[in-house]
């Protein structure tokens, strides 16, 4: 018999009751750090006061009302993401996916309004992740996500992830829109693409016109000890994804571009019914007034070196569990040697949590106001995970 809840996800038999900062307590009373951080969601950590008021405060106000009218919360975020970034606007969705999904709309829409409708390919690289929509999975384009799922939405073609020489050819085709791609690979194993390459990839897309579109929805919101990943390669994009940390938990994400990207999205060619309502709003901007600040984020890059240190550590003591530490700030991956999938249950085992990606990978993804305390807990847990794992010689 299907379970009543649809059976789409692999759930480990763990059912988590509260929360503070890093800390999980599990319905039976133990507690977990958690390095997973609702995969890269919770950026400052559960029960954080400043967002429980936020939310509680609107709460009692009012929750919604509807984009048919004004939303101060909504005008008061956007004019602070614009504040921050490259973008001159932002619409407001209630997830990554969605915000996907208005990227490549607009794209399109901005090369049907220049009289070239038929510059409507979006590229996109291999090893990527943009949502479970029709156009995410179209935009991904991998054969576990698409399969029996056809026919998928047209209008996308697959690069190799990290060949300059194929994008710069592929980018000389007369119908590309625009390319997409996430400045740090999340799902895909936590994989950085290299300053230059963003680099040259601006220049290239500048050459013939391609907007740049960034997936900055796990890698944003000072994941990576910037406000947004791509800010250290000194390139912008011409239009962004946010999502996951932007909420802190409270569904909400966005879609940040440049007043000549979003030229073609006039009244009435897009919406949502609850893309930015007042209480998402009101929780997400108590997040920015957090994160988007210097010293926030000179803390999150100063606690990503310790982190960073602890986890080339581990890799060394723990030589025949683990390959290397990659990843950028406070998104860090360790390659496996053995299945990532033993690496997380033997995490549970000793009450830390990390999350899996592809390519034999497992994610650390803290809350970015994690503890110097926490760090060091976490370090000895996952060393007593990975002793368990393949224990070392005496
Ligand atoms: C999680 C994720 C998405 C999808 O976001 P949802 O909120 O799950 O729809 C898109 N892109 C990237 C890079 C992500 O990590």
Known sequence: MIPAILPTYNRAPLSFVSGEGSWLVEADGRRFLDLGAGIAVNVLGHAHPGLTRALTEQAQALWHTSNLYQIPQQEALAQKLVDATFADTVFFTNSGTEACELAVKMARKYWTDKGQPDRHVVLAFTGSFHGRSSAGIA??????MTSGFGPLLPGFRHLPFGDHDALTEALKAPDIAAVILEPVQGEGG???VP???LKG????CDETGALLIFDEVQ???GRTGKLFAHEWAGVTPDIMM???GIGGGFPLGALLATEDAACGMTAGTHGSTYGGNPLACAVGNAVMDNVADEAFLAEVNRKAGRMRQGLESLVASHPDVFEAV????LMLGLKCKVPN???VSAGFAQQVIVVPAADNVVRLLPALNITDDDITEALDRLDKAAAVLAPVDA
């Open 326 to 329: 990659r990843g950028s700030g």
């Open 139 to 144: 935009a991904a384009g991998s054969e576990k």
């Open 195 to 197: 300053d230059q390459c």
């Open 341 to 343: 999938g033993d690496v």
């Open 219 to 221: 890698c944003g919101m």
């Open 190 to 192: 936590i994989v950085p």
């Open 242 to 244: 946010v999502a996951k």
């Open 201 to 204: 990839l601006r220049d290239a």
